[in-house]
T-cell receptor, first 118, second 118 residues
Framework: GAVVSQHPSWVICKSGTSVKIECRSL??????MFWYRQFPKQSLMLMAT?????????EQGVEKDKFLINHASLTLSTLTVTSAHPEDSSFYICSARGLLEGSSYEQYFGPGTRLTVT | AQKVTQAQTEISVVEKEDVTLDCVYETRDTTYYLFWYKQPPSGELVFLIR??????QNEISGRYSWNFQKSTSSFNFTITASQVVDSAVYFC???????????????FGKGTKLSVKP
């Protein structure tokens, strides 16, 4: 079945540094990827939508200069948290939208990346 | 606007009890999709079911069953004979008519934490 991977699965970084999170679709081409954020004991909230080859669309309240999204290929999207602060500590989950042969468009979630900023 | 309400924040049951998780949704779309996901402590979302708005048939999968009622905008999830391994946070989610498109992100409820005690 379709698999979406995220790397790293967890990361600890110091305040002020930048962290890059990768989201890969392993056996299908993902024209669209969605980035969600989940704070402890809360729900998933959409941060941004990225389409291959174009600029990401950010949800209201999400700083595009702080959360840089690049979707350079049909199988890879990256989220870079720049100048991270402790309040950015969260669980970041991507989902990839793709068309499997003989099927319809579906979305598949990655396993998530737990970011802790100290 | 689209919205998903899971009024039950936490539920605790004893093993072998049946438990129903409630989900109420709001949307103006005539075509929409409803989902249930399980999130164990590891954080990875486990897909359970997707149902489109034109299919009101109830679904049963092993110990899991789902009751979709458009008249009350509800999509409830029942676990029969619960087991300790069912302990997790369960999310109900909604996507509109553009689910297959580049704006087809999911709107999540706040989740219900289910604890099944031996």
């Amino acid at each position: 079945g379709a698999v979406v991977s995220q790397h790293p699965s967890w990361v600890i970084c110091k305040s002020g540094t930048s962290v890059k999170i990768e989201c890969r679709s392993l056996d299908f081409q993902a024209t669209t990827m969605f980035w969600y954020r989940q704070f402890p004991k809360q729900s998933l909230m959409l941060m941004a939508t990225s389409n291959e080859g174009s600029k990401a669309t950010y949800e209201q309240g999400v700083e595009k200069d702080k959360f840089l999204i690049n979707h350079a290929s049909l199988t890879l999207s990256t989220l870079t948290v720049t100048s991270a602060h402790p309040e950015d500590s969260s669980f970041y989950i991507c989902s990839a939208r793709g068309l499997l042969e003989g099927s319809s468009y579906e979305q598949y979630f990655g396993p998530g990346t737990r970011l802790t900023v100290t | 606007a689209q919205k998903v309400t899971q009024a039950q924040t936490e539920i605790s049951v004893v093993e072998k009890e049946d438990v129903t998780l409630d989900c109420v949704y709001e949307t103006r779309d005539t075509t929409y999709y409803l989902f249930w996901y399980k999130q164990p402590p590891s954080g990875e979302l486990v897909f359970l079911i997707r149902r489109n708005s034109f299919d009101e048939q109830n679904e049963i999968s092993g110990r899991y069953s789902w009751n979709f009622q458009k008249s009350t905008s509800s999509f409830n999830f029942t676990i029969t004979a619960s087991q300790v391994v069912d302990s997790a946070v369960y999310f109900c989610a909604l996507s509109g008519s553009n689910y297959g498109g580049s704006q087809g992100n999911l709107i999540f409820g706040k989740g219900t934490k289910l604890s099944v005690k031996p």
